[in-house]
C-alpha cells in the first residue's frame, strides 16, 4: 500500500504513517522494526529515553533499503538541555544508531523550568546548518514555547509532536500550527489502545469493514496529522498501514469530534514535565 507523503516546512517530506517504538526493548527492535520495514513502514519515531537507538539502527541497516528510503526521528532528553549538553546528547545518538545523518530530531519536552529550550533549539539550528540533521521540530511544546522559538531564532520547528487521539483532540491548538506551518504529529494516536472497545468506534470500523485501529488512524490521516502508532503484534503493525484505500463520511467524523474530552489526556502536562532521569534500560 502507497504511504501518503506530507511536505514540511523546509521542503522535506514526511511518509504520514510512521512506526513508533517506545516502550519496544532494543534487543526486539531489529525483529519487530524489520517486520515493520517489511511491511512497507518508511518512517520510524524513536528517543534517546526509549532506550532502543542501537536497534533502530540495526533495523535500518539490515533492511537492505536505501537509507534515504527510511524517515529516523530520534528526541533530545530532558536531561540535555542547553547548548553543549544537547551537541553531546545528539553525538550519543548518532553513535547508538550509527547513522550518518538523523532525518528529524527534535526536543522531547520544553522543560520550562529549565528555560534552556531556546539554547537546545539554537543548537539544533547549528547541527541542522553542518548537515547532521536534514529536519529539527519539537514535541510537548505549547503556543507560547512554540512562538518564542521562532521570536528568537526566526526557524519554526518543522513539527510538533503532541498528545492527540480521539479522547484529546487539540482543538484549540490547531488553528495555530496551521497558521504557523508547523505539521503536527500526534503521539499516543490510538490513546494508547485504550480506546479500541469504544462503541462508537466498533460501528464505524463494522460499516467500512475495517478495524477499530484503522478508523482511528484514518481519522488523523484525514486532518493532514502525522501518526506514529505502536505495536509489537504483526498483525496490527501490518493493519496499521492500511489506511489508505478507505474514507471516512462527514457522520463519522462528526461522531469521532463528539468523543472529545476535556480531562481525556493521558500522558503529562508539557508545562510540568521537569528534568526526569532517563528510564533504566529493559
Ligand atoms: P498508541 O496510541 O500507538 O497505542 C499503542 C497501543 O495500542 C499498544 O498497546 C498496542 O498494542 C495497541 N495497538 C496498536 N495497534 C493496534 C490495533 N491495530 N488494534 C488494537 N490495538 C492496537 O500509543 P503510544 O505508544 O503511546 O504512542 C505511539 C508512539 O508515539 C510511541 O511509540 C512513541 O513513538 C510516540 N510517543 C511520543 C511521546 C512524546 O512525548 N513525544 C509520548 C508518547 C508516545
Redesign the pocket.
Known amino acids: 500500500m502507497t504511504v501518503a507523503n506530507l511536505t514540511l516546512n523546509d521542503g522535506a517530506r514526511i511518509p504520514q504513517v510512521?512506526f513508533?517504538?517506545?516502550?519496544?526493548p532494543d534487543a526486539r527492535a531489529p525483529e519487530v522494526i524489520g517486520h515493520a520495514l517489511n511491511s512497507g513502514y518508511r518512517h520510524i519515531?524513536?528517543?534517546h529515553a526509549?532506550n532502543n537507538e542501537e536497534g533502530v539502527g540495526i533495523a535500518v541497516r539490515e533492511s537492505g533499503l536505501p537509507r534515504d528510503d527510511i524517515f529516523v526521528t530520534s528526541?533530545l532528553w530532558n536531561m540535555f538541555h542547553g547548548r553543549d549538553a544537547t551537541m553531546k546528547a545528539f553525538d550519543g545518538t548518532m553513535q547508538r544508531l550509527g547513522l550518518e545523518t538523523l532525518d528529524m530530531y527534535?526536543i522531547?519536552?520544553p522543560v520550562p523550568m529549565e528555560d534552556k529550550y531556546v539554547e537546545s533549539w539554537k543548537a539544533m539550528i547549528e547541527l541542522r546548518d553542518a548537515g547532521r540533521i536534514k529536519s529539527i521540530g519539537v514535541?510537548?511544546f505549547n503556543q507560547d514555547h512554540l512562538q518564542r522559538l521562532i521570536d528568537e531564532t526566526g526557524v519554526v520547528p518543522v513539527v510538533n509532536?503532541?498528545?492527540l487521539?480521539p479522547r484529546f483532540q487539540q482543538r484549540a491548538a490547531r488553528d495555530y500550527h496551521e497558521k504557523m506551518g508547523i505539521r503536527i504529529e500526534?503521539?499516543?494516536?490510538?490513546?494508547?489502545?485504550n480506546i479500541?472497545d469504544d462503541p462508537v468506534l466498533k460501528s464505524i470500523a463494522a460499516k467500512h469493514g475495517k478495524?477499530?485501529?484503522?478508523v482511528i488512524l484514518r481519522w488523523h490521516v484525514e486532518q493532514g496529522l502525522v501518526v506514529?502508532?505502536?505495536?509489537?503484534?504483526p498483525?496490527?503493525?501490518d493493519?496499521?498501514l492500511q489506511v489508505f484505500d478507505f474514507a471516512l463520511d462527514a457522520g463519522d467524523m462528526e461522531q469521532i469530534a463528539g468523543m472529545d474530552r476535556a480531562d481525556g489526556r493521558?500522558?503529562p502536562v508539557p508545562t510540568e514535565l521537569g528534568v526526569v532521569n532517563l528510564p533504566p534500560k529493559e
Do not use: F
Not at 20 to 24: R, S, T
Not at 211 to 214: A, F, H, L, M, R
Open positions: 510512521g513508533g517504538v517506545w516502550q519496544l519515531d524513536t528517543a526509549y528526541k527534535l522531547h519536552w514535541s510537548n509532536q503532541i498528545e487521539h500526534s503521539w499516543s494516536p490510538l490513546g494508547q489502545g479500541i478495524g477499530v485501529g484503522q506514529i502508532p505502536r505495536s509489537k503484534t498483525k496490527h503493525i493493519e496499521n493521558i500522558g
